[in-house]
């Protein structure tokens, strides 16, 4: 089914005798929702309103008419193949054949249904007409998917060549002689937290997980607390880098340089009237005296602007027993896809 209301109900258009009221009355006694159509173009309003198939007997398209049917039917998605039933004359009649072929042509998907027929024979074509609607809507549902999915890669794509361009001509400014191994260690922090966003399809990252691989080896030397949350694939690229630059320049100037220095990362939810804030702690003690760096390298402009959905600027302090970094960002917190 495909949700809407009208999807599943037969159409029948027999506008001479009595057939429109026995075949909607048979296909209502069967739980059909049926409806009758008063000409061709009432038809095709209600097959684009919504509907399963059509019962339609023969004498209703030998008119002009028809031909705004068989336009439909052309001009129908690539996802459609309506069902219609032909109530037919005998087919032993002559002519029948060429005749057969004309309708054939004409609706596409028809099944023929010869008078005299019995009332559990129209029911039984009924329902084989619904199942394979349900399945034409089923394959809709997949290219819709496959066209959102399409859209969303190409939209990702060109962020992540935005990101990496920003990335290599950061750190190759920063230092010619070391820009290479900083631009590799950068991407390899933004491919990891790629992987990990694969794994869930893209729905959101593990924040221990996100942050345990951007630490890389030095992982058992930090210390982790925070509660089991998810975030956001844009934030989480941005923040893998944060902390891969946060534990980089700790081990090259920082608390991870002497043997009893220490990290401590710390993360938790703030609740607020619209959504809920991340709040991030990176705090080292142990390690040398600290003092702002007197070059605004690259790698100060990553941790000021890597997680663009941040209230305010990130803080940076420099105090003497040690740095600490902290972040607030709304907009972050991704739902938990175990539980959707």
Known sequence: MDGSA???????????????EVARALLLEAGFTAETCSS?????????????????????????????????VKLQPPWSDFPFILITERGDA?????????????????????????????VNLARSALRARRRQYEARSVLERQAMLGRELLHRTKNLIAVIQSIASGSFRDDTVNGTEAFQARLHALANAQNILVETDWRGAPMRDLVQTALGGLGD?????????????????????????????????GALTTQKGTVSVRWSVEDSASEPILHFQWQERGGPTT?????????????????ADSDTPPRLEYAPEGFTYELRASFAIAPNPGEE
């Open 221 to 253: 030397r930090a210390s982790l607390q925070g509660p089991p949350i998810f975030i956001k694939p844009a934030v989480a690229q941005g923040l893998s880098l944060v902390v891969h630059e946060l534990a980089t320049n700790a081990a090259k100037h």
């Open 94 to 122: 002559p002519g029948r054949a060429p005749l057969a072929q004309l309708l054939q042509d004409l609706l596409g998907n028809v099944s023929f249904l010869e008078r005299p027929f019995h009332p559990t024979t129209l």
């Open 6 to 20: 009208n999807s599943e109900r037969a159409l029948v258009f027999a506008p001479f005798g009595r057939d429109a």
């Open 291 to 307: 003092r702002e760096p007197e070059r605004r390298g690259f790698g100060s402009v990553l941790l000021e602007h890597a997680v």
């Open 40 to 72: 061709i173009a009432a038809l095709c309003l209600e097959i684009e309103l919504g509907a399963a198939l059509a019962i339609i007997t023969e004498e209703a398209l030998a008119t002009p008419d028809s031909r705004e049917l068989e336009a439909w």
